[in-house]
């Protein structure tokens, strides 16, 4: 193995934080769905297969590392699905908790002086700082639309959903 057992265990842990990540927001989905607000639907499922990216790519990381994917058990989603702009103010404040993760992680590539995973997590530094800023515009979005406007709001989306599912999520 080329990295450490310590790097390797905090990159599984993150690994299981990426799949719950997707596992939230796919409750979420059925959540809108429910709601019959299918455009926010889709875009949380968006957030679903880009969360299962994010967690495949340290996935593959570890194995070209010979590192074991050590895959656990995840918890239960849960969320305050009371209304649309609960659930993305939720989605808010997860996507801040994984930006923290993302920063420990960083800190403990950087304690055991490991180059090649300080770099890999670049990518992600970069990342949370979009989704971070997408998802708080979003909030900002609902907020503005209050609950009259939403479907209105949900037009708009069409094009960012169009959009993300022509790029490469990872
Ligand atoms: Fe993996 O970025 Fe969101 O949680």
Not at 62 to 75: F, H, P, R, T
Not at 88 to 107: G, N, R
Request: charged share 25%; glycine share 2%; with cysteine.
């Amino acid at each position: 193995m080329m990295i450490s057992q310590k790097m390797a265990d905090a990159i599984n842990e993150q690994i299981k934080n990426e799949f719950y990540s997707g596992w939230l927001y796919l409750a979420m989905a059925f959540k809108a769905d429910e709601m019959s607000l299918k455009v926010f639907a889709e875009w949380f499922r968006q957030q679903e297969a880009e969360e299962r990216a994010h967690a495949m790519k340290m996935c593959d990381y570890l194995s070209d590392q010979g590192a074991e994917v050590a895959l656990s058990a995840l918890d239960q989603p849960t969320f305050d699905g009371s209304s649309i702009g609960a659930m993305i103010d939720e989605t808010v404040k997860h996507e801040i908790f994984i930006t923290d993760c993302i920063s420990k992680l960083v800190d403990v590539a950087k304690s055991e002086n490991d180059n090649a995973t300080f770099n890999f997590l670049q990518w992600y530094v970069e990342e949370q700082v979009e989704e971070v800023a997408s998802v708080t515009e979003l909030a900002d979005l609902v907020k503005l639309a209050g609950p009259n406007q939403l479907l209105m709001l949900e037009n708009r989306m069409k094009e960012t959903i169009a959009q993300r599912a022509s790029e490469p999520s990872a």
